[in-house]
């Protein structure tokens, strides 16, 4: 309205003045005239003296502009303008709201700042189903539940972006390992500017996985052999930690091993979950139970040869080998895209009879016959199988290399050696050792009768494929006869249609051997003794008590002779060398004296050495005679007459007396060095070492517990420690031995009264052996303070060197066992 007065002032005004012209009486039209004719006539109204130029040019007008105009009111334009402004300001608001409602229903989380302004009751849900937290707030939100965060595993290189969390739960009633796993969860780093440019990094629950242990029955059922029913057991066992699969893995996806332990005997049963996280789907996915009753955990390994890895579960149970394999398979699952599928041995597709037979028997255990013959099939058909038939060929194979291996120890005694050997289908081998006593015959007789189908299966299944194989009828009649009786495996020998009459008496003869009849002893009189044990002086001696080869025995002493009782620790038969307890010894009846003085070597060599340690170190050596023997229960002793020996059996901190022959053990001295020069040769070795060594310090009590000081300090402390390089495992690497004296352990640092009176009481040197990777494989520093290393010794005809330890009671000789990784 203000512009349209100032606009009709302005016309008057330029009328009143008396300028006409058209310039100006037409430069701002007013609105009150609604045609050209209507502004001319009121021109000459109000201007009688215009010209007749004007007069002219206004009829111009009337000719040119001859459409009349709509007549418009005073500010509708103003108006049409501000409805137009306002409609376009409707569009955006419409377009923004619409723009805003996509987001909300695609990704929520693009509209997380309207939080901020909107109340408590009109939060916007987000696409994660709930605000992203720091890593302190997902704490606290677990310590209210009573739940414990445990160590984050990266999912990426970065843990920062992305993790999974093991979310663990306080057992009641426990004593030990009492985190037990309930839940997975993986957090994802939240990218929303609201929280992109926090301090700390915000992150999404963006899956999780609630985990339950699994049943005790499933865990324990890899112990059983095939015979006993699985029990019924529903408890579900703890799982206690969560690692990932290192190193390079099948598919794109991250592998978890869930895992717990459950003790059995002496030993420990592992079992667990594998479970795997797909990035494509941002889910977790269990994907197999395991067990493992010898405690191996689950690997990826190359199998199959086919450029991706198997993952292997070991369920060897003793000297039966039983290796899981599994293969990762695709899915036609949106969800779940891969599975693990076991390499089985069922039939099949490849229809091959020979094939066939060799899958029968390696079903049956005979694993390395097995696999001899796949490979002349294979090279009949020009190295091509099928892809399926590859796969069990190599399941095979990888069992094969198990029992040759086993096969090719030396065992401490006959039917362990003779196991071994059935195992890998050596029949010919194990009948040898058969033959070789009659102790041995008895104790392998003992083994048989003890076998739970396992060796029955192999025979059984090696007959259906070659039934006139002389050995294995022989093994099938000795299983037979110790199991059924003598004439079940008579009868079944006569009922064979192809034996011949040598080979039907060669088995009868072994069979005879069964109740300590057939050919005498094969082991040789003459072997020297080769003999270790711990002495005591005994003042009584009952004749009844002892064997002689000449009964009954008649014990007398000479003058300046004394009686000495050798609990023996080990001795060489001649063929092998047997340890303490002496399970399944069991001589003949008959003679039992002579054969015990045959088998000990006494015969051609009856004298023994007592090594007597003196205060000031030095040994003495005395002489003795080998007088009589004594077998009770598991334990056998002998009876020696010599010189009277120093007395140093109330000294605790002398070693016991030892009985050694002379040609039981060479003793192998390595010359040591110190410590800073093994770190001039090995520097991230020894730190490694260093830090290992200390921490057993503490844990044993030797030094107070608290932070390992820095590598500098320690080697400041223990630079000067002498120590000894050698191969102790015969794997061509050498292990460190470290002899610690009790002054240096007080060395090291101010004791507490409790150290100090420890190493009063000890002041004994012990000793550490590092491998060659760097781990304690054996410490005196223990709580059972009674055992120390005394020395290291080359057996005769063993290739590894033993560690003789004396324990509380006697002295044991220890081997490295390649199998259970330590020595025993």
Same mark, same amino acid.
């Given at each position: %309205? ?21 310039? /100006?009486?037409?430069? #701002? ?37 001859? /459409? ?54 009109? !939060? ?85 996985? @609630?985990?339950?242990? &699994? ?27 969560? *690692? ?42 269990? %994907?197999?139970?395991?067990?493992? &009753? ?29 290796? !899981? ?141 070659? +039934?006139?194989?002389?050995?294995? !009828? ?62 005591? @002086? ?22 300046? *002779? ?36 045959? #088998? ?83 520097? !991230?070795?020894?730190?490694? %070492? ?18 390992? +000081?820095?590598?500098?300090? %320690? ?18 690497? @050498?292990?460190?031995?470290?002899? #610690?004296? &009790? ?12 150290? *100090? ?10 000793? #550490? ?51 259970? *990784?330590?020595?025993?």
């Amino acid at each position: %309205m203000l512009l349209g007065n100032f606009c009709k002032g302005e016309y008057n005004r330029v009328l009143g003045s008396g300028d006409w012209g058209l310039g /100006k009486s037409f430069s #701002i039209p007013n609105p009150q005239f609604s045609n050209p004719e209507s502004m001319a006539n009121r021109s000459r109204k109000l201007t009688p003296k215009a010209s007749k130029s004007n007069q002219l040019r206004a009829g111009a007008m009337k000719r040119v502009v001859k /459409k009349p105009q709509k007549k418009l009111k005073r500010g509708s334009w103003l108006s049409s303008i501000l409805a137009i402004a306002i409609l376009l300001s409707s569009a955006s608001l419409i377009m923004a709201f619409a723009w805003i409602s996509v987001l909300f229903i695609f990704n929520p989380d693009e509209v997380s700042w309207l939080n901020k302004i909107l109340p408590a009751w009109a !939060q916007v849900p987000l696409g994660k189903h709930e605000r992203p937290q720091t890593i302190k707030q997902i704490q606290l939100d677990l310590s209210k539940k009573n739940q414990i965060f445990g160590e984050t595993l990266p999912l990426h290189q970065d843990v920062k972006t992305s993790f999974l969390l093991p979310v663990f739960q306080q057992r009641a009633n426990c004593q030990s390992d009492c985190e037990e796993l309930v839940e997975l969860r993986v957090y994802e780093r939240s990218e929303e500017l609201e929280f992109k440019s926090q301090s700390e990094n915000y992150y999404y629950l963006a899956t999780q996985l @609630p985990v339950t242990g &699994p049943d005790e029955s499933f865990v324990i059922s890899s112990l059983l052999d095939g015979t006993s029913e699985p029990q019924d057991i529903s408890i579900p066992l703890p799982l206690t930690e969560v *690692q990932r699969f290192e190193g390079k893995t099948p598919s794109s996806g991250v592998w978890f091993d869930l895992r717990g332990k459950r003790q059995q005997g002496t030993g420990s049963i592992r079992y667990g979950y594998v479970v795997y996280y797909n990035p494509e789907r941002t889910n977790l996915l269990q %994907m197999l139970s395991w067990t493992s &009753p010898n405690g191996q955990l689950p690997k990826w390994q190359q199998v199959t040869g086919d450029g991706t890895k198997e993952l292997v579960v070991d369920q060897t149970v003793g000297l039966e080998p039983h290796l !899981q394999v599994y293969q990762v398979k695709p899915l036609k699952l949106f969800l779940k895209p891969i599975q693990l599928e076991a390499i089985t041995l069922k039939s099949s597709t490849f229809k091959d009879t020979g094939y066939q037979n060799a899958l029968s028997i390696a079903r049956s255990g005979l694993w390395t016959p097995a696999f001899e013959w796949l490979k002349f099939i294979k090279k009949q058909r020009k190295g091509v199988l099928p892809e399926a038939a590859q796969a069990q060929m190599d399941l095979i194979r990888l069992h094969s290399q198990l029992t040759k291996t086993q096969a090719q120890k030396i065992w401490a005694s006959p039917s362990q050696e003779v196991l071994a050997d059935l195992i890998d289908g050596r029949w010919e081998k194990a009948l040898q050792v058969f033959e070789a006593s009659p102790h041995n015959a008895q104790e392998i007789a003992t083994l048989l009768k003890a076998d739970k189908k396992r060796l029955w299966n192999r025979t059984v299944a090696a007959l259906q494929v070659n +039934p006139n194989k002389r050995e294995v !009828q022989a093994w099938f009649a000795l299983i037979l006869a110790v199991q059924r009786g003598e004439g079940h495996a008579n009868s079944w020998l006569k009922a064979q249609p192809k034996i011949t009459k040598e080979n039907l008496d060669y088995i009868q003869g072994l069979l005879a051997r069964l109740n300590g009849e057939g050919t005498k002893s094969q082991i040789s009189s003459t072997h020297p003794s080769q003999i270790v044990g711990t002495v005591q @002086p005994i003042t009584q001696v009952t004749n009844t008590e002892w064997l002689q080869p000449n009964s009954p025995a008649d014990l007398k002493l000479t003058d300046n *002779q004394f009686w000495y009782q050798v609990e023996v620790s080990a001795f060489n038969d001649g063929k092998r060398w047997l340890n303490f307890p002496f399970e399944n010894f069991n001589p003949p009846k008959t003679d039992a004296a002579k054969f015990l003085w045959k #088998i000990l070597g006494i015969t051609s060599d009856p004298e023994i050495q007592i090594v007597v340690w003196l205060p000031n170190g030095e040994q003495q050596i005395t002489i003795a005679a080998i007088k009589a023997v004594q077998l009770q229960g598991k334990v056998l002793r002998l009876l020696a007459a010599g010189p009277k020996i120093p007395d140093n059996q109330n000294d605790a901190l002398q070693p016991k007396p030892l009985a050694l022959t002379n040609a039981a053990l060479e003793w192998v001295q390595p010359s040591p060095i110190t410590l800073r020069e093994l770190h001039q040769q090995n520097p !991230q070795g020894v730190k490694i %070492m260093l830090s290992s060594l200390w921490q057993s310090l503490q844990q044993s009590g030797e030094v107070p517990s608290g932070a390992i +000081p820095s590598f500098e300090q %320690m080697q400041e402390k223990l630079g000067d420690w002498p120590v000894q390089v050698i191969d102790l495992t015969n794997n061509a690497q @050498p292990e460190i031995i470290l002899t #610690i004296s &009790p002054e240096a352990i007080a060395s090291l640092n101010q004791p507490t009264p409790e150290i *100090q009176r420890k190493n009063t009481e000890q002041g004994r040197d012990r000793t #550490i052996i590092f491998s060659d990777g760097n781990k304690i494989i054996y410490t005196d520093f223990t709580g059972n303070y009674l055992q120390r290393l005394s020395a290291i010794a080359k057996l005769s005809g063993v290739q590894s060197l033993a560690l003789l330890v004396e324990n509380a009671h006697n002295y044991s000789l220890r081997r490295w066992s390649e199998k259970n *990784q330590r020595f025993e």
